[in-house]
């Protein structure tokens, strides 16, 4: 199997209420890509928050005391704590500078998803979609009413891990693709009858967009060519771990 | 940025003492494809690990009182338990059927990375190399003296992780490229000087050839074209976090 990633660029900035729809496939089509079902679109959270108007200017933020004494001991902008806190139901860790939180959601995530960069120079916050499997629904059926193509989408956000450096794209929200591939119960090429091996596809379709859509590249979205996917009604959510699965909460 | 995943099959049954090198450039060029120092190449742990015989016929494995104690609460096999507590140096979690370490190189995983997938049909494990960047770097300088190119070189594993469901390919060593890229103090696109960014790119790119190089597809290497990366220096190690930065031990 071979696979492309291809960098959309050159998208207008995106003001709350822009048909990302139109948007993309305006430019997917005049950098001379065809559509297809088959293809998979990897869209960053960035630009589905600021379409979906969650973004929110600091100044209009009033930080809570609890707020204003945790942003002093992590060394953060008291003003995103307080959106990190109004966007989480509980608080994993706050510690060592990092406000690791379970948003609204379930996502557990550094700030709950609230983030400054590649908005306006500091001043505004987005905040992560409200649903972001609504969003990749969305954003499938109106690429297919206008090409005839019912692509895969996901919506692609940063995130750091436990135990390893770095940030790395995942998916929040899927449509049209089953975001795990289980292969329990098939037999490997050795005669193996594999046990517990799931694979996380849309978090490596994420993680592999994220090389195209870097944070300095103004290339939010990546259309993928050449995967083979299983096709579904799964969710970003199936991708969160029960609590009672999860042996590090 | 458009970036191209190839899928490089039709290598033989990997056996202790192969020559790595000699049997992925030999593929690569009957599938056609060129060499070139801006290529990337992916390659899964699995076959790494046979080419240094990193395998353990499970028959020749003893386990301990206190590995077999566990493997009845865990419900795994004890022979596989003892084999992953001999490659550990630390327990983070046994608990609901998961064994989760630290390996003497660092890696927090799942049975310390010991696994009887893709062997010989479940009668032999294949333990971790010991040390992968060293893999890298051979693997690298085997390809650059039979070709002259200088590909990037990541050695690939399949990880779990905290808080997601399923499991995504991740970088166990690099040679030539730098594991993680820091945007820290760039300015993006909307004038926001990057306060905390760091990409792991090198996780990324594993993942990306996750999609390549599943379980079934007898495709344990990907070339990867088109990738803009940086050279340098940094290994596999660099993507593990320092204890002391670490809140979820």
């Not at 550094?110 to 960069?117: E, I, P, Q, T």
Request: proline letters at 4%; one cysteine or more.
């Amino acid at each position: 199997m071979n696979i492309e990633l291809i960098g959309i660029d050159g998208l207008p900035e995106i003001a709350p209420g822009a048909d990302l729809g139109d948007l993309i496939v305006a430019r997917v089509a005049a950098m001379g890509h065809s559509f297809s079902s088959s293809h998979v679109l990897v869209v960053t959270q960035k630009i589905v928050s600021k379409a979906e108007g969650r973004i929110v200017p600091l100044s209009s933020v009033e930080p809570s005391p609890f707020a204003a004494l945790w942003a002093k001991t992590l060394h953060l902008d008291a003003r995103l704590v307080e959106l990190a806190l109004r966007e989480s139901r509980r608080i994993v860790r706050m510690d060592r500078g990092v406000l690791i939180t379970e948003t609204h959601h379930g996502f557990v995530c550094a700030n709950a998803g609230v983030d400054v960069s590649n908005v306006s120079g500091g001043q505004t916050a987005t905040l992560l979609p409200i649903d972001a499997d609504a969003s990749a629904r969305a954003l499938r059926a109106a690429i297919a009413a206008r090409t005839g193509a019912e692509m895969a989408v996901v919506i692609s956000d940063t995130f750091g891990r436990p135990w390893r450096e770095g940030l790395v794209n995942i998916a929040l929200g899927t449509a049209g693709i089953e975001p795990l591939h289980s292969f329990v119960g098939s037999t490997d090429p050795h005669g193996f009858s594999l046990q517990a091996t799931v694979q996380a596809v849309a978090d490596e379709v994420a993680a592999a967009a994220g090389l195209v859509s870097s944070k300095l590249s103004r290339t939010p979205v990546v259309l993928i060519k050449g995967l083979t996917y299983q096709r579904g009604m799964g969710t970003g959510r199936d991708l969160l771990r029960a609590p009672e699965r999860d042996l590090f909460r």
